[in-house]
C-alpha cells in the first residue's frame, strides 16, 4: 500500500516562506515522477512543480523564480520550497508520485497554504 505523508502547510503573510515536504512508502519500484500540485476553492487542480528521478524539473509559470523543487531519491521524499509567497498562492497543496511501469499514480492527502496580505 502506497502512502505519501505530507507536512509543512500553515499561515504566512505575503512575502513569506513554507517548505512542504512529502515521504512516500510503500513501493516496491521506483518512483519516476515526484511533485506537487495545488487547488484553490472553485478552481482546478493544477500542477505546481515536478522533479523526475533523473533530475528534470518542471515549473508552473506563476512560481517559477519563487518555488524550488527538490528530493531525496534514496528516502522517497519531496520537497517544495516556496519564497516571496503570495495571496493567490493560498491553496490546498497535494504530493503527488507516479510510477511509469506500473501506469500508477499516488496523491497525498493535501496541506493548506495559506498566503495573508
Known amino acids: 500500500q502506497v502512502q505519501l505523508v505530507e507536512s509543512g502547510g500553515g499561515l504566512v503573510q505575503a512575502g513569506g516562506s513554507l517548505r512542504l515536504s512529502c515521504a512516500a512508502s510503500?513501493?516496491?519500484?521506483?518512483?519516476?515522477?515526484m511533485g506537487w500540485y495545488r487547488q484553490a476553492p472553485g478552481k482546478q487542480r493544477e500542477l505546481v512543480a515536478i522533479k523526475t528521478s533523473s533530475g528534470l524539473t518542471n515549473y508552473a509559470d506563476s512560481v517559477k523564480g519563487r518555488f524550488t523543487i527538490s528530493r531525496d531519491n534514496a528516502k522517497n521524499t519531496v520537497f517544495l520550497q516556496m519564497n516571496s509567497l503570495k495571496p493567490e498562492d493560498t491553496a490546498v497543496y497535494y504530493c503527488?508520485?507516479?510510477?511509469?511501469?506500473?501506469?500508477?499514480?499516488?496523491w497525498g492527502q493535501g496541506t493548506q497554504v495559506t498566503v495573508s496580505s
Open positions: 510503500g513501493s516496491s519500484f521506483r518512483f519516476d515522477n
Open positions: 503527488n508520485a507516479a510510477i511509469w511501469r506500473t501506469g500508477s499514480d499516488y
